[in-house]
Nanobody, 123 residues
């Protein structure tokens, strides 16, 4: 069983940056493909980014491409999401998740989820 805990959310002005972290425990983190999703009130969960176990394969959602960067440190069992040039439409609860599938964008194919961290971008 894998436990995921996100941190790093908060309130930031448009154009600012935040770095989210997701710490994993209880499983073999280094062999898992990881992803970030977000969900705004009244909207469906949206794919943000995914990275394979080694960090060599990455895929981003169109709305964040060029602004967000996913990375991981397998020695620390942690995956990160660096968010730059934030916009008010980036406001959402951000979740990290683990999946056995490579470059998966469908949230229903992810097995383990964190509790989420709130990101609010003011205009």
């Amino acid at each position: 069983q894998v436990q995921l805990v996100e941190s790093g959310g908060g309130l930031v002005q448009a154009g600012g940056s935040l770095r989210l972290s997701c710490a994993a425990s209880g499983g073999t983190f280094s062999s898992r493909n990881m992803g970030w999703f977000r969900q705004a009130p009244g909207k469906e969960r949206e794919f943000v980014a995914t990275m394979n176990w080694s960090g060599g394969r990455i895929y981003y959602g169109d709305s964040v491409k060029g602004r967000f960067t996913i990375s991981r440190d397998n020695a620390k069992n942690t995956v990160y999401l660096q968010m730059n040039s934030l916009k008010p439409e980036d406001t959402a609860v951000y979740y990290c998740a683990a999946t056995p599938r490579l470059l998966e964008v469908d949230y229903r194919k992810y097995e383990y989820w964190g509790q989420g961290t709130q990101v609010t971008v003011s205009s």
